[in-house]
């Protein structure tokens, strides 16, 4: 008689389920790329920008002063001085170290924030197409998702009242992401005003994620934090991955009325006890001392962007228009095909290009790809190029 065997609970096996297929296709470029074959990869976001020196030495030195021990659960103080002294400056409004939660990455802020404001079987109102690790996290905690499409033809806007509307008496929290993954568009201060005005009066939490704050291009980014009046039920996530090339850093943190702070701390010290001390330290310099390295690299981003939105508008059958923020552009193959993920393993068939399936981010851009501004100009054009001469092959893969 065979030993029966351990389960996996309900949680892991619901994990198994949300983006299964999103990264077939980027996957199996890996493994093409990893044999030789001359892939271009464009679907990550992952910055091809080395950390900026000066952070990098600065650590090394911390690390070098045996900066190795644990750490609080809420952050070490510098750092959330640091932000605390950021989000003074770029809002307006006085903010205290004892708002701020750090967490080894903006992922583990968001699934902590949601853990603490989410009880399973509750219900998030959220934009779409939202960031694919939104759902994984929905779906490990047992949240379900009541999805409002953006405008895509109007460049992926949000319709505050839409959101507005969607709120039922199951709803625990809006959830908006502004500058937007994938889609690159800005919320309007008017429109942050409003949803926090409503959310405020169902008392549910708003959180917002504003990881692609620093990567605006031609309209700033306006923080919900200046936004609204009153910080009672918002909660406002940022890390560092995306803005200083330090995804692999693990750095992310929440702001969050005081109640939920405790809250997070506790889950976070908990499930994490606490973040690297001296990558915190990093973390508290690079906050101080980035503002070339940072606007250079936007600069980079927005030359990326132009190059590529210039040359799609060339190519018979695809149509893109210019994201506001961010490291992404959305293609539109519906003139092709109207699913992406058939375009996707087209393009990586037969022109060696790797992309993301846009249903990942929702049913909304189904017939859509993500294209990652993660390579340069030069690695752009010979992509652009291979899209042009083999689109009839592409356009028979996907017949």
């Known amino acids: 008689m065979a030993d029966a065997q351990p389960s996996l609970s309900r949680r892991a096996r619901r994990l198994a389920a949300p983006d299964a297929d999103v990264w077939r296709v980027h996957e199996a470029a890996l ?12 679907s990550v976001g992952d910055p091809d920008f080395p950390t900026p020196e000066p952070i990098k030495q600065h650590t090394l030195a911390q690390l070098a002063a045996d900066r190795t021990h644990y750490s609080p659960a809420l952050g070490e103080p510098a750092l959330r001085q640091a932000i605390a002294d950021l989000e003074t400056r ?15 990455g903006a992922t583990a802020a968001l699934f902590t924030t949601f853990a603490c404001i989410a009880d399973s079987g509750a219900e998030v109102v959220v934009p779409e197409p939202m960031y694919i690790g939104y759902r994984g996290i929905f779906a490990a905690l047992g949240i379900s998702v009541v999805s409002v499409p953006l405008d895509a033809t109007r460049n992926f806007r949000l319709d505050p009242d839409r959101v507005i509307d969607a709120i039922n008496a199951n709803t625990c929290a809006v959830v908006l992401n502004t500058p937007g993954n994938p889609g690159g568009n800005i919320i309007a201060v008017e429109s942050l005003a409003r949803i926090a005005n409503a959310c405020r009066q169902r008392g549910i939490w708003l959180v917002c994620d504003e990881v692609y704050s620093l990567f605006t291009f031609e309209e700033p980014h306006i923080s919900l934090l200046r936004a609204t009046d009153n910080l009672d039920n918002i909660v ?7 803005s200083h090339a330090m995804s692999g850093w693990r750095i992310g943190w929440a702001v969050a009325p005081p109640d939920l702070v405790q809250a997070l701390g506790d889950f976070s010290g908990s499930a994490f006890f606490g973040s690297c001390q001296f990558v915190q330290d990093g973390a508290a310099y690079a906050l101080a001392h980035d503002e070339p390295f ?19 508008a060339g190519i018979d059958g695809l149509v893109c228009a210019p994201p506001q923020a961010g490291m992404f552009v959305m293609l539109d193959v519906s003139a092709i095909t109207a699913d992406g993920g058939r375009f996707a393993q087209a393009l ?5 290009i790797s992309t993301i399936p846009g249903v990942g981010f929702g049913a909304t851009t189904r017939s859509y790809v993500r294209v990652s501004l993660t390579q340069p100009v030069g690695v752009l054009e010979e992509a652009c190029d291979r899209i042009n001469q083999s689109l009839p092959a592409i356009e028979a893969a996907c017949a």
């Open 236 to 242: 406002v996530i940022d890390g560092l991955s995306k």
């Open 348 to 352: 990586l068939d037969v022109a060696r």
């Open 90 to 104: 770029t809002t307006g409004r006085p903010f205290e170290p004892e708002q701020f939660v750090i967490f080894p």
């Open 294 to 312: 940072v606007q250079k690299m936007c600069d980079e981003y927005q030359a990326r962007r132009d190059y590529l939105v210039q040359r799609i």
């Open 31 to 42: 493994e093409r790329l990893a044999a030789g074959d001359d892939i271009i990869l464009l």
